[in-house]
Nanobody, 124 residues
Framework: QVQLVESGGGLVQAGGSLRLSCAAS????????MGWFRQVPGKEREFVAA????????NYADSVKGRFTISRDNAKNTVYLQMNSLKPEDTAVYYC?????????????????WGQGTQVTVSS
């Protein structure tokens, strides 16, 4: 049974930092990319960042470039999202996901697996 379990969300002031973690289990993800998406009520889920397990290549949404960093620890089967210089508009539920192909470019419906989500709230 594939599981993606997120942790690390919370409440932070604008300008602060948080690190999200996503622990993956249940299958081998070496041929997959892992990614982070976010969603606020009433809006579509949007791409944040992705990383290929095999090469470590990364891709970011323009809105987070220079502020967020995605990384992975192959030994721990865990993906991280370091979020710095947080803004109130970063407030959302953040989801970890795994997929292939166009998933790496942020196509939401190319995700094969999803985590349950973790809330990030940035106060002004």
């Amino acid at each position: 049974q594939v599981q993606l379990v997120e942790s690390g969300g919370g409440l932070v002031q604008a300008g602060g930092s948080l690190r999200l973690s996503c622990a993956a289990s249940g299958r081998t993800f070496s041929s997959y990319a892992m990614g982070w998406f976010r969603q606020v009520p009433g809006k579509e889920r949007e791409f944040v960042a992705a990383i290929r397990w095999s090469t470590g290549n990364t891709n970011y949404a323009d809105s987070v470039k220079g502020r967020f960093t995605i990384s992975r620890d192959n030994a721990k089967n865990t993906v991280y999202l370091q979020m710095n210089s947080l803004k109130p508009e970063d407030t959302a539920v953040y989801y970890c996901a795994a997929g292939s192909g166009l998933f790496f470019l942020g196509v939401v419906n190319k995700a094969d697996y999803w985590g349950q989500g973790t809330q990030v709230t940035v106060s002004s």
